[in-house]
């Protein structure tokens, strides 16, 4: 990272790097994913979208997701009868939270000599791989994210969280490229969304002023492109009705020297602690 690189994260909350990945690693992504998907077995899961219980058990696969590798549909990919209507490969919304730590070839992705020194060049001197997803935003059905800072779901005290973003595909407005408010990190943390006591989550609002949506641009960015978040910006996603994918893979690091709280909902199990880049 180039001192001009620095100063643009500041100011805008965000960097491109174009060209960061090469075709063939993004491409050895996204085969493995795919093959992770054929290999999953739906019809455990397609059975909570269909009995009473849908919330809590639902929250309970998602909140216990932390240290594991586990399947999420697109909300639309059902029919009102719980069958699915598209095939199960195009149907997943995203793969998370620990495939860094649990599969090889994500792991050899996240793992590399250049990641470490950009993340050490944004202060994080300790870092510790936290979370990873595998997010396709599948063609004709790929949910819409609202507008969100990513310290909402992963915060830390002091506020030290690095958000990277790695384009698997050529992304652009009509497949769901990101969108983002330059800038728009320096209006401070909007929420937080932690567990509640007696179970599931909550979002607690610490401003309830609404986002300056008419600043959002599109960043339409090429195959190996990599997007550095600041953990403040406010970042959205449109819907995907195109006939094409935008497969993409984010990994958040933070600093094993900040406090980690208890509330927020993605948790490590003891026995397997968040790991650094060795
Ligand atoms: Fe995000």
Redesign the pocket.
């Known amino acids: 990272m180039t001192p001009p690189h620095l100063s643009q994260y500041e100011r805008d909350g965000f960097l491109v790097l174009p060209n960061f990945v090469n075709a063939e690693a993004c491409d050895a992504l996204r085969a493995r994913a795919e093959t992770m998907v054929r290999d999953f077995d739906p019809n455990g899961l397609i059975s909570i979208f269909s009995t009473r219980e849908q919330t809590r058990t639902s929250d309970d696969y998602f909140l216990e997701s932390g240290d594991k590798i586990r399947f999420f549909f697109e909300e639309n990919a059902f029919n009102p009868d719980g069958t699915l209507k598209q095939a199960k490969e195009e149907s997943i919304n995203k793969i998370g939270h620990a495939l860094h730590d649990l599969d090889p070839t994500f792991d050899e992705f996240s793992r590399t000599p250049e990641l470490k020194q950009l993340v050490d060049d944004l202060g994080l001197r300790h870092p510790l791989l936290l979370q990873s997803m595998y997010i396709f935003k599948q063609p004709r059905i790929g949910g819409e994210?609202t507008c969100?800072q990513?310290a909402t779901f992963l915060y830390t005290e002091p506020l030290r969280l690095v958000?990277l973003w790695f384009a698997l595909e050529d992304a652009t407005i009509e497949n769901g490229c990101l969108w983002a408010i330059p800038g728009g990190h320096k209006l401070g943390l909007k929420s937080r969304f932690m567990r509640a006591r007696g179970g599931g989550t909550r979002v607690e609002i610490l401003d309830d002023k609404p986002w300056p949506e008419e600043k959002v641009q599109p960043l339409e960015v090429k195959k190996g492109t990599l997007i550095v978040?600041h953990p403040l910006l406010p970042?959205l996603s449109r819907e995907n009705r195109s006939a094409k994918s935008r497969h993409a893979y984010t990994l958040h690091i933070i600093d094993a020297s900040v406090d980690y709280p208890a509330g927020n909902w993605l948790q490590r199990s003891a026995d397997m602690p968040a790991r650094g880049f060795a």
């Open positions: 994210v969100h990513d958000g978040l970042h």
